[in-house]
DNA sequence: TAGAATTCATAAGCTAGCTTATTATATCGC
DNA sequence: GCGATATAATAAGCTAGCTTATGAATTCTA
């Protein structure tokens, strides 16, 4: 119970967790064509169309360029499409089509069957306050990363 | 405090949470010349010295070629060495190098650190349950894909 | 003891992360 | 208004996962 027993396996076995949980998402959603990442990325323009693809990269703590190549895949499927700004021609928003309707459906149900699998055995009380735990560690290394990052800010940003 | 809110969350909540931790923890590895993915290996290899690569790779949830990869670099930069078996010539034991004792001191101080940036504002008990949990899940995820995979085994396993 | 099946390690080629750099557009300061 | 700076999206090239395939060595079966 102490904290020693914890330095030696949170942080490797959050890895491990995640290659398991990774091989086993994406085994399931190739039975519909797309893969693990793809579906998160449609799964948040479902939940908010008209996003920038910088907001949604932020959102999803991922880098923009990976995003871009994620897109390019859910494009390329007929899933979303990219719509340009009005008002600001750098940008891009990103909708639904009609033919993600169908997929979503089935997604919508494969979330569930996994995440049941996964958390078998634990009760809900339990697995709510796990779910805020690594929310609560989200956010801890968030912070962290932006502590190191500023070092020498040499001005202040600009606008944004 | 619904399952539904679980659903809705787990899943991709615990791949955001990776991204950010494995691009902290790559960034302060960086300093030793080294990344998570490699340090995990040579972690492994320090706690028990000898093992076959096949053994590792189950022991960290990764396919052997993926192990490989991770092995030949370590390899390039004189931290371990792979070793022939005596009795089976197809098999590499995988040894410590002398050189990596110096990085492998400043790695546990490193790991506890990013624990406990990680983990703060938890507490330790609070913290070891988390721990149980992840690996409660990884069990389940486990047994979930031995279960899938075998369908239709047309004849038992001959040996091992 | 010879052929079939299995296992260990690795190769080739894909997805999805990343950093760094580029291009186009927008905003700020003067 | 114009030049410097900032931002949005993307390109190129790396790491680390994966699947599928291959070569060498081992073990089983008959």
């Known amino acids: ?44 323009v479902e939940r908010s169309e008209g996003m920038k693809q910088t907001e949604l990269a932020e959102l999803m703590e991922m880098q ?3 995003l871009t190549r994620l897109i390019d895949k859910l494009c390329d499927n ?44 634990i009760n809900p009380a339990d697995a709510h306050r796990l779910l805020a735990q690594l929310e609560a560690i989200k956010e801890n290394v968030r912070n962290a990363i932006q502590n190191t990052a500023d070092e020498p800010p040499k001005k202040e940003p600009r606008y944004g």
Chains 1, 2 share one sequence.
């Open 78 to 121: 007929g899933w979303i499409e990219r719509r340009g700004d009005d008002s600001d021609r750098r940008v891009n928003r990103l909708y639904l089509r009609k033919a993600a309707r169908p997929l979503l459906g089935k997604l919508s149900g494969l979330r569930s069957e996994l995440t049941a699998t996964a958390l078998e055995g």
């Open 1 to 44: 119970m102490t904290r020693g027993s914890v330095d030696m396996n949170f942080l490797f076995s959050l890895g491990e967790l995640q290659r398991l949980v990774r091989a086993y998402a994406d085994k399931q959603a190739a039975r519909y064509g797309i893969t693990r990442a793809q579906w998160a990325v449609l799964a948040k």
């Open 64 to 66: 923009p360029i990976t």
